[in-house]
């Protein structure tokens, strides 16, 4: 009974670890984040993801609509993306 219960509770919470809003890399080591309309810079759209191209493609974050981008940041599509 245990086991159907630890088996039934992680099918349910995959989906939900898998939609993380923070960055998430590939296997190669590229950065990928959740899209919010356009990609930044140095970003491709694949499905609902941004890609980096390369592995030292500055990184992005999303951008929360009415702040300001963080410090050593600036806009580059609908993301913060670092200086290099």
């Not at 390369?54 to 992005?60: L, N, Q």
């Amino acid at each position: 009974m245990k086991t159907a219960l630890i088996i039934a509770l992680a099918i349910i919470a995959s989906p939900a670890l898998a939609e993380s809003p923070y960055p998430t890399p590939t296997r190669d080591g590229r950065q990928r984040i959740h899209r919010e309309g356009t990609c930044p810079t140095g970003y491709v759209g694949k499905g609902d993801k941004c890609e980096a191209l390369h592995k030292d493609t500055p990184r992005a974050y999303p951008y929360i609509p009415g702040m300001a981008c963080p410090s050593g940041t600036f806009r580059s599509g609908d993301a913060c993306k670092e200086f290099r």
